[in-house]
């Protein structure tokens, strides 16, 4: 099973700053099944990236994914308000079919 | 545009049956996976399992002896049903569906807690 550790655990900012998320995996991903999420207190997720560099539908373009074997990042290039939160990365494993998240990073106003 | 809505009894006696069902509105309800997700308070997101339209669903190791997935095609909805729970099964449980292996939609969340 592949386990996804996301650092830091808590990035402290300020809005107008750039953030950078990271989430690795334990061992090299086959696929482009890496997705990232966003979750604000009392709220359900909400998808932001999918297939590692795409953005969903209605996401800013200040969000950008990339990566690619065990390595993934999340940008944020210049943050928002509303953008502080907590974000997930997750991996699909087909064989056999399995949805993995990271535990989170916690990304606060500093 | 597909939006989830979702219900259960939010207090479980340990040993019971957790049970929530999550009703699909807006859109297909065939071309989706649809699955449930769960988060312990404080904690990050854990995937249950996941059901299509046809009753083809794949499980959680972790949980797949306790978890009964369901479907009712008429209704546009589907179920959970995770047996003999304890303490360790208190969460907020999501609906949701996905595609291509990305959570695309998700329910409001329901806040079951196990105890006496």
């Known amino acids: 099973e592949i386990v996804l550790t996301q650092s830091p655990g808590t990035l402290s900012l300020s809005p107008g700053e750039r953030a950078t998320l990271s989430c690795r995996a334990s061992?090299?991903?086959?696929?482009?099944?890496l997705a990232w999420y966003q979750q604000t207190p009392g709220q359900s997720p909400r998808l932001l990236i999918y297939?590692?560099?795409s953005r969903a539908t209605g996401i800013p373009d200040r969000f950008s994914g990339s990566g690619s074997g065990t390595d993934f990042t999340l940008t944020i290039s210049r943050l928002e308000p509303e953008d502080f939160a907590v974000y997930y990365c997750?991996?699909?494993?087909?064989?056999?079919?399995?949805?993995?998240f990271g535990q989170g990073t916690k990304l606060e106003i500093k | 545009q597909v939006q989830l809505q979702q219900w259960g009894a939010g207090l479980v006696k340990p040993s019971e049956t957790l049970s929530l069902t999550c009703a699909v509105y807006?859109?297909?309800?065939?071309?989706?996976?649809w699955s449930w997700v769960r988060q312990p308070p404080g904690e990050g997101l854990e995937w249950i399992g996941e059901?299509?339209?046809?009753?083809?669903?794949n499980y959680n190791p972790s949980l797949k002896s306790r978890v009964i997935l369901s479907v009712d095609t008429s209704k546009n909805q589907f179920s959970l049903r995770l047996n003999s729970v304890t303490a360790a099964d208190t969460a907020m449980y999501f609906c949701?569906?996905?595609?291509?292996?990305?959570?695309?939609?998700w329910g409001q969340g329901t806040l079951v807690t196990v105890s006496s």
């Open positions: 949701a569906g996905q595609v291509d292996a990305t959570v695309r939609f």
């Open positions: 807006g859109d297909s309800f065939t071309g989706y996976y």
């Open positions: 997750q991996h699909y494993d087909s064989s056999p079919p399995l949805y993995t």
């Open positions: 297939g590692v560099s």
């Open positions: 059901i299509n339209h046809s009753e083809s669903s």
């Open positions: 061992q090299s991903l086959s696929s482009t099944y």
